[in-house]
């Protein structure tokens, strides 16, 4: 996978933005590839024309930033002017187009970043597996034959990155919706702390959890695309050192069920990180145990959504994923009460957890427990709950807390996807991804080559 970094290199030496946008169409429209599945549609005509356009631009040496002619890919909850916001679904194929882009849209835009189209996902965002019956399913780009999920909501958004469609993806997260497709599609995804990216905008599912973030091939990609997202300078992250990192490991619920693979990725990822001089402990933190009771009416998404969604639900509830329509309906079991106490609980839940977290530069865990299991797989509906509420198990804590966190993919080349998730303090967006590009120097595939 090119890089972000790599991609404005060859465009300062000469190369044409015009390229990057042929050969990244070539890709979506490759009959052999994933596509007709990863994109539900395709700005070819834009795209060209706006690369043309930075082309010229960067010959007279005026173009708005050294990014501008790259292509990025955009979930479908996304507005983008002219066009439809569907966000996945068939219910709302009839809406209007919006009239404007979305502010993070606009950001990227005028950072000169070329959108090339809209990206398959979960209908509404409310699953972390990533299968869509109406749109068809991209799968992971690991054992491709089999089939297996790429994860979800931005399911889209990740395999366009993974198959090198785009060179970056901008998604949603509620409850790991960037984190748990950049786990199974082998690259990263970065969850921002909620209000550093607006999302007006982008179709919600939960207006408490929802936070806008990037998925690339490396975290200075993420880095880049984060500081356009939130309006900040681009700037070259600090360099952290990693023998004064100090990190602990979670050894309440975030390591159970965690299946051979990804706990063996998992360990050899923090051996080389203490053979580097990073201190990691562990940490009981027996409070993520609470969760389960806080949440046991559905939890804050839940209720959102279904405030969200009763007219459209009366409008086509025929026209709905059954799958998601059942999530979102769970939240008829809260009343004003509970949804209060609910909100109260997080509040204290936050509070606490965040000063147990305090001493350490950050929580470290695997992303998801399990490498992509195969689509057929999750056909019976047991099947699908009960992976769905495992991959979403840890991912969803950092969103519960406001935190930000980040998936780096920790396994060797050749093996299943793997990622290694931190969280970072509510706000220390910056400072997590220095740790994490310092952690992805020693962890990523590119640079395992041993033993460990």
Known sequence: MQ???????????????????????????DKSGEGARTFLKVHAEQAL?????????????????????????????????GDVTTAGSRVLRDAPPAPRDAPAVARLRAAGFIPIGRTNMTEFAFSGIGINPHYGTPSSPHDRGSRRIPGGSSSGA?????????????????GGSCRIPAAFCGIVGFKPTASRVPTQG?????????????????????????????GEPVEELAPFPLDALRMAVPQTMVLDNVEPAVAHAFERAL???????????????????????????????????????????AKGEKMYDPRVLTRILRGREQDAADYIDLVNARADFTRRVSAIAAPYDALV?????????????LEPDDAYRRINMLVLRNPS????????????????????????????????????????????????PAVIAGPK
Do not use: W
Not at 158 to 174: Q, R
Not at 271 to 298: Q, S
Not at 365 to 377: E, I, N
């Open 271 to 313: 051996m080389r990180l203490r053979d580097k001089g990073a201190r990691i402990v562990d940490l009981p933190l027996r409070e993520l145990d609470e969760l389960r009771g806080i949440n046991a009416k559905g939890g804050i998404v839940t209720a959102e959504a279904y405030a969200l969604h009763r007219p459209l639900i």
């Open 49 to 81: 024309a706006a690369a043309d356009f930075y082309d010229r631009l960067r010959a007279s040496g005026a173009v708005p930033s050294r990014f501008a002619g790259i292509p990025l890919s955009l979930k479908d909850l996304f507005d983008i002017a």
């Open 365 to 377: 865990m695997p992303s998801v427990p399990m490498p992509a299991p195969r689509m057929a797989d």
């Open 397 to 444: 804590i950092a969103n519960f807390l406001d935190a930000c966190s980040i998936s780096i993919p920790c396994h060797r080349s050749g093996e299943a996807p793997a990622g290694l998730m931190l969280f970072g303090q509510h706000g220390s967006d910056r400072r997590l991804l220095s740790i994490a590009a310092a952690i992805e120097n020693v962890v990523s």
């Open 202 to 230: 982008a179709f919600p599912l939960s207006t408490s959890l929802d936070s806008v973030g990037p998925l690339a091939a490396t975290v200075a990609c993420c880095a880049a695309l984060d500081a356009v997202l939130a």
């Open 158 to 174: 990740a395999v366009s990155v993974s198959d090198a469609m785009a060179l970056g993806a901008i998604g949603t997260d509620t």
């Open 3 to 29: 890089t972000i970094a790599e991609a404005a290199a060859a465009l300062d030496a000469g190369a044409r933005s015009r390229g990057l946008i042929e050969e990244a169409l070539a890709r979506i429209n």
